[in-house]
């Protein structure tokens, strides 16, 4: 019997081998981890950036949240040619997809709100902007608890769980002074 030698051919030939499958699997493996769903669409995107103004902000995450409603409510809705020209196209994705966009949104639009408050306390256009938030997030604990008869997938569920939870979340919130 021969043992392999650590520089014989068929040494490195095996090294290479595994190597190869090595990094093939990571390939496979690592995109699928890293890919991570945008919850707002390039446009809306473009809307939040363009909102400097903590109000206005809000007014943006309310209507892409309102957007992925929508969709999850009637899946064949159509907006208006100004809508998409400044919107982009109504969202997509699974029900699940869409309730988790949702749920981030909401999230995303909470950490603008402390972080507007944190720089200044005393920026007039917060209250404002805090009614608006929590009046639209009132009005979308309906539509969500509407939708639970038709999330028949455990995922669905938990998504839908999470997103009214974010929501309740979202009509707690309040202003110290």
């Known amino acids: 019997m021969n ?7 068929q040494w490195r030939s095996a090294a290479h081998l595994a190597l190869l499958v090595f990094c093939f699997a990571l ?4 995109p699928a981890r890293a890919q991570k769903r945008d919850h707002l669409t390039e446009e809306e995107v473009d809307q939040v950036r363009e909102m400097q103004a903590i109000d206005k902000r809000i007014e943006v995450f309310i209507f892409a949240a309102d957007r992925r409603l929508l969709v999850l409510t009637n899946p064949a809705a ?3 040619k100004k809508e998409e020209e400044r919107w982009g196209p109504l969202p997509k994705g699974t029900r699940t997809e869409l309730l988790q966009d949702y749920k981030r949104i909401l999230e995303e639009a909470m950490e603008k709100l402390d972080d507007a408050y944190e720089r200044d306390r005393k920026n ?8 608006k938030f929590k009046d639209a997030a009132n009005r979308q604990l309906g539509q969500l608890r509407s939708l639970a008869p038709q999330m028949t997938e455990k995922r669905e569920q938990t998504a839908l769980s999470e997103a009214i939870e974010e929501a309740q ?3 707690k919130g309040s202003i110290s002074q």
Request: without cysteine.
């Open 3 to 9: 043992p392999i030698h650590p520089y014989s051919s």
């Open 78 to 80: 159509k907006q208006t």
């Open 169 to 171: 979340t979202a009509t």
């Open 27 to 30: 390939a496979f493996i690592v």
């Open 124 to 131: 007039e256009l917060l209250p404002k902007a805090l009614r």
